[in-house]
């Protein structure tokens, strides 16, 4: 029984050390970008009609113990992503790459962001607090939120269409993780996705977030 513990967890941080290489829903910046899509379905196609597809109502616990849910985010512009503290290979870039933009924003209040933990069972309030003075996380501009795993999970893939796997496999059991930045406005659309471990990636998502400042 022990083996098998340590085989899935070895997979599992494995897996975080093997970004996908193909980011879904991508399109094109050659083109000047004034307007950005809607994207309503896990295949991340871009539809140019107003969206159907809202971030479903949540309510997650923060670093600091305090209730985080939609309210906390209406009319804001978020960019969210899933994390766990203990992986060690994208997560580290992730983090980086959300300080980068809690910097680039610490004095927008139009622009939050919101890190989901991926693994509550290790990710505790004190946990997730260590790790938010580690990296220098602001709690005005920044919420890294844990609560019950199946919630987690599944705004994760029916909220935020983070977890491709699951898009293939409708195996519920398989654990969520994902590079992916997804680009919220203000009325609780995606607007966009990236790979959120590509420094140009995060440029190209914070020219979209000037352009979604202007559509507000």
Known sequence: MKHTILLLFTLTLWSCNTPK???????????????????????????WEKGIHRIPDFSFINQNGKEITNNTYKGKIYIADFFFTICPGICPKLTKNMYQLQEAYGKDDQVMLLSHSVM?????????????????????????????KEQLYEIAREGYFADEDFTRTQDENKFIHTENFILVDGEGFI????NGTLEIEVQRLMRHIEILKKES
């Open 120 to 148: 509550p069972w290790v990710d505790t309030v004190e946990t997730l607090k260590e790790y938010a003075k580690n990296n220098r996380v602001d709690p005005a501009k920044w919420n890294l939120v844990t609560g019950n």
């Open 21 to 47: 290489k193909e980011l879904a829903g991508s399109f094109s910046d050659k083109d000047p970008v004034t307007r950005l899509p809607y994207f309503n379905s896990a295949d991340f196609t871009p539809q």
């Open 191 to 194: 607007r966009g996705v990236y």
